[in-house]
């Protein structure tokens, strides 16, 4: 009553649980009838509340503007930021089925408060997760366009640089031209006067034509140094001496140990047959190309033991830490068909692998396709024993649980 009187443009008011206290519904009207007097007067506040009615006053009135706060459905805890532009949920249902209300009593408070304020909470919590998810992405893009940005001015950079070079090369190569085009006149005016001088003397003429070759085979001649003209041309950076696969000229031969390109595997070469070479990787043999083959001074391991090689150790690393970094969720909103269905092929494959017994997929709603393609999919794989939708408070028609079996 106090505000409504004085206040004014300079006002603020913090309420806190606005219209609480009394009967929900016409404690809802109440508190929505003095927030459009707040509003007319132009005062500035925060106001908290549960009221749904205030949600949707609020994001059909000028002047005010919907916030939430942020909650983890998955850890069942508040995450402490603040989303402004959208209504948030109350998550009276996940807190009464965390802190251990009876199923039972959980499912009967749904029928008496209706499916439509069920389905309000719920979509209340899709728009948060996708917008924190659309979110993610724009920042993920903004990075991506400022390291390309960064990207193009480096190579703008260098193209003036080569341009700059190009043009200073082509300079300094006009100039020597013309020095070499007057040093070579000047040597032909020269033989021209002493063939004259001579009266076309055989001996003298022969002289003449000989210190005219050596003038000559001085500006073909550099004496193995690079000109100067080529040392200010920029350089490649790939040019790499090549050197021969094996330590020696000697060609593979019966008897050497041996490693396959890219393996770390000492095998005995036991047979050579044009290019093709018989090779023993411990109790298992191969027929290769012997170009494929590389001498080396390790000595081939046999039996159990070099079976038990043939897995490398950073395989094994490498699937320890995929087991230990495996999530039992996948998120695929946004992708196409193909790029879905191909991610989740190789993540229930995991799945499986690491025995994880059930799997979320985050898919959406939407039009309903990518659920519909995802699900054949899981028809066709012999390791899934079920599938079925979220619960409508987790995610309904969005989510999808997979049992393995």
């Given at each position: 009553?106090?505000?409504?009187?004085?206040?004014?443009?300079?006002?603020?008011?913090?309420?806190?649980?606005?219209?609480?206290?009394?009967?929900?519904?016409?404690?809802?009207?109440?508190?929505?009838?003095?927030?459009?007097?707040?509003?007319?007067?132009?005062?500035?506040?925060?106001?908290?509340?549960?009221?749904?009615?205030?949600?949707?006053?609020?994001?059909?009135?000028?002047?005010?503007?919907?916030?939430?706060?942020?909650?983890?459905?998955?850890?069942?805890?508040?995450?402490?930021?603040?989303?402004?532009?959208?209504?948030?949920?109350?998550?009276?249902?996940?807190?009464?089925?965390?802190?251990?209300?009876?199923?039972?009593?959980?499912?009967?408070?749904?029928?008496?408060?209706?499916?439509?304020?069920?389905?309000?909470?719920?979509?209340?919590?899709?728009?948060?997760?996708?917008?924190?998810?659309?979110?993610?992405?724009?920042?993920?893009?903004?990075?991506?366009?400022?390291?390309?940005?960064?990207?193009?001015?480096?190579?703008?950079?260098?193209?003036?640089?080569?341009?700059?070079?190009?043009?200073?090369?082509?300079?300094?190569?006009?100039?020597?031209?013309?020095?070499?085009?007057?040093?070579?006149?000047?040597?032909?005016?020269?033989?021209?006067?002493?063939?004259?001088?001579?009266q076309a003397d055989k001996e003298k003429t022969l002289e003449a034509r000989k210190k005219l070759q050596e003038a000559k085979e001085h500006l073909l001649d550099d004496n193995g140094n690079e000109h100067p003209l080529l040392k200010k041309a920029p350089k490649s950076k790939k040019e790499k001496v090549k050197t021969n696969r094996?330590?020696?000229?000697?060609?593979?031969?019966?008897?050497?140990?041996?490693?396959?390109?890219?393996?770390?595997?000492?095998?005995?070469?036991?047979?050579?047959?044009?290019?093709?070479?018989?090779?023993?990787?411990?109790?298992?043999?191969?027929?290769?190309?012997?170009?494929?083959?590389?001498?080396?001074?390790?000595?081939?391991?046999?039996?159990?033991?070099?079976?038990?090689?043939?897995?490398?150790?950073?395989?094994?690393?490498?699937?320890?830490?995929?087991?230990?970094?495996?999530?039992?969720?996948?998120?695929?909103?946004?992708?196409?068909?193909?790029?879905?269905?191909?991610?989740?092929?190789?993540?229930?494959?995991?799945?499986?692998?690491?025995?994880?017994?059930?799997?979320?997929?985050?898919?959406?709603t939407g039009t309903g396709a990518l659920r519909q393609y995802l699900r054949q999919y899981l028809d066709t794989v012999p390791g899934v024993k079920s599938y079925y939708d979220e619960h409508v408070q987790f995610g309904g028609a969005g989510i999808t649980i997979v049992d393995l079996e």
């Amino acid at each position: 009553k106090y505000f409504l009187a004085k206040g004014k443009q300079s006002t603020l008011i913090l309420i806190d649980e606005f219209g609480a206290g009394t009967e929900p519904q016409i404690g809802g009207a109440i508190a929505q009838a003095i927030l459009k007097q707040f509003n007319d007067k132009h005062i500035r506040g925060v106001i908290t509340t549960h009221f749904q009615n205030l949600k949707h006053f609020a994001e059909d009135t000028d002047g005010l503007i919907n916030g939430s706060m942020l909650y983890d459905r998955h850890l069942m805890q508040p995450m402490f930021k603040l989303s402004i532009g959208n209504p948030g949920s109350s998550f009276a249902v996940e807190i009464a089925r965390k802190i251990g209300l009876p199923e039972v009593i959980i499912t009967d408070a749904e029928q008496i408060v209706g499916s439509d304020y069920i389905n309000m909470d719920k979509y209340l919590l899709d728009i948060a997760r996708d917008k924190r998810y659309w979110e993610n992405k724009r920042m993920s893009i903004r990075q991506k366009e400022k390291k390309i940005d960064e990207r193009l001015a480096q190579y703008e950079e260098d193209a003036t640089q080569l341009r700059e070079k190009r043009r200073e090369i082509i300079n300094d190569a006009k100039e020597e031209a013309r020095r070499i085009l007057e040093g070579s006149n000047a040597s032909i005016e020269r033989t021209i006067h002493d063939i004259k001088r001579a009266q076309a003397d055989k001996e003298k003429t022969l002289e003449a034509r000989k210190k005219l070759q050596e003038a000559k085979e001085h500006l073909l001649d550099d004496n193995g140094n690079e000109h100067p003209l080529l040392k200010k041309a920029p350089k490649s950076k790939k040019e790499k001496v090549k050197t021969n696969r094996n330590s020696d000229d000697r060609p593979i031969a019966v008897g050497d140990n041996v490693k396959l390109d890219g393996q770390g595997t000492v095998g005995e070469v036991l047979e050579i047959e044009g290019k093709n070479a018989t090779v023993a990787f411990g109790a298992i043999k191969t027929r290769v190309k012997t170009d494929r083959l590389k001498r080396t001074l390790a000595q081939a391991q046999s039996g159990a033991k070099a079976n038990a090689s043939i897995v490398s150790g950073a395989t094994s690393d490498s699937q320890r830490a995929r087991q230990l970094n495996f999530k039992q969720e996948i998120d695929v909103r946004g992708m196409r068909v193909d790029e879905a269905v191909q991610a989740l092929t190789y993540y229930i494959d995991d799945a499986i692998r690491f025995n994880a017994g059930k799997v979320r997929i985050l898919h959406g709603t939407g039009t309903g396709a990518l659920r519909q393609y995802l699900r054949q999919y899981l028809d066709t794989v012999p390791g899934v024993k079920s599938y079925y939708d979220e619960h409508v408070q987790f995610g309904g028609a969005g989510i999808t649980i997979v049992d393995l079996e």
